[in-house]
């Protein structure tokens, strides 16, 4: 898995792409790629990568994930959400084997770490 490509999207190997997010051994420096190493964290069934990185102010109790297969990742747009900012917003669309997800969400730097907070309608 980890010579793998990662499933975000970008053509990096997983290894050195999402992986030492998933880990823990490193945080994401941008809104965009915290979001995508969410989207993989979805991909590899991993529940607490998305609890962990989901702001405390807006996350449910427990992450459920079910068992959608995903095939692929697009980001639309980026909005800020750079190592400097205090916010941003990832337009995507998540591709899976009945349709696709489209979302635009918010994302929030806090303590030098960066969170997702919610789907902006």
């Known amino acids: 898995m980890s010579a793998d490509p990662c499933p975000c999207g970008t053509g990096s190997p997983f290894a ?3 992986g030492p997010l998933l880990a823990m051994e490193r945080q994401a420096a941008t809104a965009e790629e915290l979001m995508r190493s969410r989207y993989t964290a979805h991909v590899y069934g991993n529940a607490e990568h998305l609890w962990r990185t989901w702001d405390g102010r807006t996350r449910p109790e427990q992450v459920h994930l079910d068992d959608t297969r995903w095939l692929g990742l697009e980001v ?3 909005v800020a959400g750079g190592p400097d900012d205090r916010t941003g917003v990832v337009d995507f669309v998540a591709r ?3 349709g696709e997800l489209a979302e635009r969400s918010e994302f929030t730097r806090r303590g030098g770490r960066w969170f997702y907070t919610k789907e902006i309608p």
Do not use: K, L, S, Y
């Open 96 to 98: 899976h084997e009945g």
């Open 76 to 78: 639309r747009e980026t």
């Open 16 to 18: 050195t792409c999402c």
